[in-house]
């Protein structure tokens, strides 16, 4: 019993601080410290900055064979394949209106591994944790991105089709920005242009901090100390902005209207999703403790705020994925770190 008790204050500690810091960041926007308009830059400081930095010095300061392992990746993709497969094989032929049938397909798979899983993994486990982490990101990043694309685009066409829709885009605030990005991965026929995205994914901030902390990593280059001092004040805002920027983006409309499907897609990311994960690694391909630890966290992480972004430039429903953000990030994780920490304690 104290043992149990001694793991609900070790879960509590990791996960209370993180929401405490998520929920700071909603009231300063709704005491208006930042205004509204603010938080889409706060998003992107964070992501370009902070959590590129975070993430390359991560990988950079491991070495290459601690932070990779063949067995990870092998657990990675039938479990991240079966999980959307039957999520989209569950909704894609309902009557549901086009533009939510999107929107909850999305919200199910993307997951907020970086600004959420990675600093959970860090406070909870370290540095190697983290560093672990970044690799399961590095592969599973410019998949989100390009499913996310590529299931918006044919659900944009499959309104347009059906009479439902005019152009199938929607931006905030007349924002052209979104017109522009949109351009980069549809032509005017309305078919995907593989080319540009292909090359807006590979562009990723964080998919070029990636790469280049595994080139470091691998050929063990010593990079001076200041850059490493540079990277290392630059990564310490990534997790503060990360968190508070979540909070900043929340915002409780629509949650009842969206009810029994918001419940669905977090219960898919709490139970269905990491317990996908957890048979493959456990069962099939018998993962050591950390890595089984960081894969089926980092899956049982909440909807990611990027989804919000990036469905700006598709007339997906943004009122669903903003209130599945907030249910998800409320709901998901402290279950499966409790359940973990008791099953493979480090």
């Not at 929607?170 to 920005?177: M, P, V």
């Not at 991965?185 to 080319?195: L, M, P, V, Y």
């Not at 629509?254 to 990311?269: C, D, G, L």
């Not at 089926?296 to 009122?319: G, S």
Request: net charge positive; hydrophobic share 55%.
């Amino acid at each position: 019993m104290n043992s149990l008790w001694g793991t609900i204050i070790e879960v509590l500690g990791v996960t209370l601080p993180v929401f405490v810091v998520i929920a700071i960041g909603y009231f300063i926007r709704r005491k208006k410290i930042i205004s509204e308009e603010h938080v889409p830059v706060l998003n992107k400081l964070t992501y370009n900055f902070g959590l590129s930095s975070l993430v390359f010095i991560q990988i950079s300061k491991n070495k290459f064979s601690d932070i990779f392992n063949a067995g990870l990746i092998k657990v990675i993709f039938p479990s991240y394949f079966t999980y959307i497969l039957i999520i989209f094989c569950a909704f894609f032929f309902t009557k549901i209106k086009i533009r939510t049938r999107s929107a909850i397909i999305v919200s199910s798979f993307r997951n907020n591994m970086a600004f959420i899983g990675m600093p959970v993994l860090l406070y909870a486990f370290g540095r190697l944790a983290s560093a672990k982490a970044s690799v399961v990101i590095a592969i599973l990043l410019p998949l989100n991105f390009l499913l996310t694309a590529i299931f918006f685009q044919v659900f944009s066409i499959k309104k347009a089709g059906s009479g439902t829709g005019s152009s199938g885009l929607k931006t905030a605030g007349g924002d052209s920005s979104a017109v522009s990005s949109q351009a980069a991965i549809s032509n005017e026929t309305g078919k995907i242009n593989a080319g540009k995205l292909l090359k807006e994914m590979l562009l990723d901030p964080v998919v070029i901090a990636v790469a280049a902390g595994i080139l470091v990593s691998y050929f063990n280059i010593r990079l001076p100390k200041p850059v490493i001092n540079i990277f290392d004040i630059l990564s310490d805002i990534a997790v503060p902005l990360a968190l508070i920027s979540i909070g900043a983006s929340f915002k409780f409309f629509h949650i009842r209207s969206n009810f029994k499907y918001i419940t669905i897609v977090s219960a898919a990311k709490l139970i269905f999703f990491p317990l996908i994960a957890f048979l493959f690694g456990k069962y099939v391909f018998k993962l050591e403790s950390l890595d089984l630890i960081s894969t089926c966290i980092l899956f049982a992480t909440p909807v990611a705020v990027a989804t919000y972004i990036q469905a700006q430039k598709y007339d997906a429903d943004l009122d669903f994925i903003s209130s599945a953000i907030i249910t998800s990030t409320i709901l998901t994780m402290t279950g499966w770190l409790f359940f973990l920490k008791v099953l493979s304690p480090l």
